[in-house]
């Protein structure tokens, strides 16, 4: 499991974990390798509740017993969103309805659920889709905002009426500081993007807010864009490693990613000689450092996922 600090997982308590969303807490469905390089933060969280990280769903039938399922299981998928286009086509709504199939075939009881929490992540590939797959303006992602709000409470809501307890809702990060977004020399954020990535928030915010009162203990908000910027700031302040909004792993050049080869085989990219100390593993997702330090600052928010017991 990943580190947590001392303390901090409850005892006698295992409940499950139901994961959704993007390649910020997705452990190996898109990919057989975390997007951190190390380490994400459905696998801090899981530790914080004193449990495994829970088995994915295309592992799913790999599991040779009920047992390895005890944990819960994560859907979530890098480059989904929301909305039915993104960079992957499992959509949340896709992810939830290979929930439902889970809970028909039996594999989770009613009572698995009455003593479960949900992690949920949307950070952001709804806008980036738009703004570089479809050459949309920032206009057009300030536009799309309330529609992906809607769309991301009406989900969240669908997997607390299947019997989920509690659900921890992840805010956007500061999408600005994402080296992918922000242009060298890269000295501070995209004021623009993270301007973008706080209506967002506000949106999300409210309409949380507004759910019926019966619901609204169920739902925990995460402050990722909050949790990010201190964590950000810390890293510069304490690094001796270089800028820390540059990615640790990067294409050769910008038409390369972390991870890709040529039709050669041979590796298009680069990695520093201190990722332990980065906070950027690629051009959008933290390092496991990176994640560690964000994970601290959410313990507070976290706590109320305690009361699932």
Known sequence: MCP?????????????????GDSYVDTGNLQPFRSSGGCVLTDYIASFLGINSPVQYEKRNLAENKAELKNGMNFAYGGSG??????????????????????????FTKYDLENSAALVSDAGN???????????????????????????????????????????????????????LNPRPRTNCNGTWNEESRFHNQLLTAALRNVEESKKNAFVFLDLYKAMDLALQKNKENSNYGNPLEP????????????????????????CRHPESSF???????????VHAIFLDLIPSLERLLLIC
């Open 82 to 107: 929301v909305l039915k286009e993104a960079w992957s086509n499992h959509s949340m709504t896709i992810q939830i309805n290979n929930f439902k199939q889970q809970i028909k075939e039996k594999v």
């Open 126 to 180: 709804d806008y980036t889709y738009l703004y570089l797959n479809q050459s949309g303006t920032i206009k057009d992602v300030h536009d799309l905002a309330g529609r992906v709000v809607d769309q991301l409470v009406k989900n969240v809501k669908e997997i607390h009426e299947l019997g989920v307890k509690k659900i921890a809702i992840l805010g956007s990060p500061p999408r600005g500081c994402w080296p992918q």
């Open 4 to 20: 947590v600090p001392e303390n901090s997982s409850p005892k006698d308590h295992s409940p499950k974990l139901f994961v959704f």
């Open 248 to 271: 640790c792993c990067d294409g050769v050049t910008d038409a390369y990613w972390c991870g890709m080869k040529d039709q050669k085989g041979a590796e298009m990219f680069t990695v």
């Open 280 to 290: 950027f593993w690629d051009k959008v997702h933290p390092s496991q450092n990176g």
